[in-house]
């Protein structure tokens, strides 16, 4: 198959955030980039999650973004739409060309 199977399953909770505006933000591209910076690759170059990796992934407090984009993450992330999903963290994140590149867009 095209999976690696692992001993780890990893699931993710928030008191603050809403978690369809959370998997908005992960489905960006910008998690994999913390991932990227903090892991080690497993056989041929695979990223390798583990929970201390995960735990540094960065993301704004919820309440520090407005409300317009508070509800465009939300229905970013139930629509599962990858491209408005990229577009919205380069705002929030304040990526410039170079950086949106590098998550994917």
Known sequence: GVYHPNNSIYYICS?????????AILISGIGKLFIEKYSTKVANGHLRFQAQHLRRIRIPAWESLDANTQIRLIDTGARDDITSARELTAQIYNLNKKEIEIIGG
């Open 15 to 23: 008191d603050s955030w809403n978690l369809m505006a959370l998997k």
